[in-house]
C-alpha cells in the first residue's frame, strides 16, 4: 500500500540528498579554484626566494620522495645545477611563467622563471591541489551526512503532524453510524484538506437526498402494493369457497385479473426504480423515429384490442444524445395510457417534428382528458384522477406510477412534458427536448 508519508520522506531526503551533492561539487570548485591560486602564489613566492647568483658546479640532487614541489635550476648555458627530484617526469626545458603538463603520473603544475642567472623550474602534481580540494568540500558536507537521520526523523514527524487531520476525518468517518449522515465539520481543517471535506459533505448530503428519496418508495410501494395483494388474497378465497362452476369460473377471472394489477403495478414500480438517477446508461446519440415508430407497432396489438386506433400522423427525422431505453419505457409509458383511457372507437395520434431545432413528440388521445386543475398533480407518484373524473374507460386499473415515470425520465434525458387539450377532445402530451 502506498504511504504519502513514506513518499513524502523519501523524495524529501533525496531532494536533501542532491542537494548536499551540488553543494559538495560547488564547494570541491570553489576550494579547487582558491588552492590553485594559493599554490600558484606559493610557486612564485619559492622562485622569489631562491639566490640570483650563478652556480659554479652542481650543489647535488636528492631523492626525498616528497610529492610536494619539484624544483630545478639551470644555468645560462642550459646546464642542469640541480634538482631536488630526479625521478620527476617533467620536461629537460623549462617555460617561462605556469603551465600543465601531462605525464604518465599525472598532470603537473609548473612554473618557470629567471631568477639572476639562473633559470628556475618548481613543479607541483595537480592530484596535490585536487586532495586538498577534495578534503575541504568533504569537511564541509559530512556534518550535513551527519544530520541526514536526524532530518529524516524531523520530517516524518512533521508529516506526521500534517498528516493528523486526515486521520482525525479518517476516525470521525468510522465512528459514524450508517444513518449519520450530517455533515462533517469543516473548521479548523487545513485548507488542503477543506476540499476534500467539503467534497465528502457534498456526497453525504447526496446520499441522505437518495436514502430519503428510497425510503418514501418503499413505503408508498408497500402501501401500493397491499391492496391489490390483499384483493388476490380474497378472490383466491373465494375460488376456494365456490359451490359450482359458473361461481368458480367468476372468481378465477376476477381472480386474474387482480393478478395482472399486482403484476402490472410492480412492473411500473421496477421501471421507477430504474429510472432513478444513476440507474439509466450511458448517454448516446438516438434517433428518435425509428424508436418512436417501433413503440408505436409494439402498442398497436394491445391499442386494436382495446378497438383505438393508433397511428403516426407525421414523423421527421430527428435525434437527440440519451438513453434509448429510458426513452423506451417513457414513450411505452405515454402510449399505453392514451390507449387505456381511450374509448372504443377512438383514436391515438403521435406525431414527430423538429421545431427551431429542437425535436418534439405529440402524442393525442380522444379520450376524457384530465382537467387543467389535475395536471399539475398527476406527475406525483401513485396519484389518481378522482372518482368523479370521467375516466371509465380503464381495462387495467391504474397504479398512478405511469406519468412519475414519464416526468423523472424525461428530466433526466433533458427532456420537458406537458399536458394539454388535444384536438379531437382527449389529452395532448407533448415531449419537447
Not at 627530484?85 to 603520473?105: C, M, Q, V, W, Y
Request: aromatic residues 6%; charged residues 20%; proline residues 5%.
Amino acid at each position: 500500500m502506498r504511504s504519502i508519508r513514506r513518499q513524502l520522506l523519501f523524495w524529501l531526503l533525496a531532494i536533501v540528498l542532491l542537494g548536499v551533492g551540488l553543494a559538495g561539487w560547488l564547494i570541491y570548485r570553489q576550494a579547487l579554484a582558491e588552492a590553485n591560486e594559493l599554490f600558484d602564489y606559493q610557486l612564485q613566492e619559492i622562485a622569489a626566494a631562491l639566490p640570483a647568483q650563478p652556480f659554479s658546479q652542481v650543489l647535488g640532487s636528492r631523492d626525498t620522495g616528497d610529492e610536494g614541489i619539484v624544483l630545478q635550476i639551470w644555468n645560462r648555458n642550459g646546464v642542469l645545477m640541480y634538482y631536488s627530484h630526479p625521478r620527476a617526469p617533467l620536461a629537460p626545458r623549462a617555460e617561462i611563467g605556469f603551465s600543465t603538463e601531462h605525464t604518465e603520473r599525472g598532470d603537473w603544475r609548473v612554473y618557470g622563471a629567471i631568477v639572476g642567472d639562473n633559470v628556475v623550474q618548481l613543479a607541483q602534481p595537480v592530484s596535490l591541489r585536487n586532495r586538498l580540494a577534495a578534503n575541504v568540500a568533504w569537511r564541509t558536507i559530512w556534518p550535513l551526512l551527519v544530520l541526514l537521520p536526524l532530518l529524516g526523523i524531523a520530517v516524518w514527524v512533521v508529516v506526521g503532524r500534517g498528516l493528523a487531520p486526515l486521520r482525525r476525518v479518517t476516525r470521525a468517518l468510522e465512528a459514524r453510524h450508517p444513518e449519520a449522515l450530517d455533515p462533517l465539520p469543516v473548521t479548523g481543517l487545513p485548507l488542503e484538506v477543506q476540499p476534500l471535506v467539503q467534497a465528502l459533505n457534498g456526497l453525504l448530503e447526496r446520499l441522505a437526498s437518495v436514502l430519503e428519496t428510497q425510503k418514501a418508495f418503499v413505503a408508498d410501494a408497500a402501501h401500493e402494493l397491499r391492496t391489490p395483494l390483499a384483493a388476490v388474497q380474497i378472490q383466491a378465497q373465494l375460488v376456494a369457497r365456490a359451490h359450482d362452476d359458473v361461481t368458480r369460473s367468476e372468481a378465477l377471472t376476477d381472480l386474474q385479473a387482480g393478478v395482472a394489477r399486482a403484476t402490472r403495478l410492480v412492473g411500473q414500480l421496477l421501471a421507477l426504480a430504474r429510472s432513478e438517477p444513476d440507474q439509466h446508461g450511458v448517454p448516446q446519440r438516438v434517433e428518435l423515429q425509428p424508436l418512436l415508430g417501433e413503440c408505436v407497432a409494439a402498442c398497436a396489438s394491445l391499442a386494436e384490442a382495446r378497438g383505438v386506433d393508433l397511428g403516426i400522423e407525421a414523423s421527421e427525422a430527428a435525434s437527440v444524445t440519451g438513453d434509448a431505453e429510458a426513452l423506451r419505457v417513457m414513450f411505452n409509458n405515454l402510449l399505453d395510457n392514451a390507449t387505456k383511457y381511450t374509448p372504443a372507437g377512438g383514436r391515438v395520434d403521435v406525431s414527430l417534428q423538429v421545431e427551431a431545432g429542437h425535436p418534439v413528440v405529440r402524442i393525442d388521445d380522444s379520450g376524457p382528458g384530465i382537467a387543467p386543475a389535475e395536471r399539475g398533480r398527476v406527475f406525483d407518484r401513485f396519484y389518481r384522477v378522482g372518482a368523479g373524473a370521467n375516466r371509465e374507460r380503464t381495462d387495467i386499473a391504474g397504479s398512478g406510477l405511469g406519468l412519475a415515470i414519464v416526468r423523472r425520465i424525461a428530466g433526466q434525458q433533458g427532456a420537458q412534458v406537458t399536458l394539454d387539450d388535444a384536438p379531437a377532445g382527449g389529452l395532448r402530451v407533448t415531449v419537447r427536448f
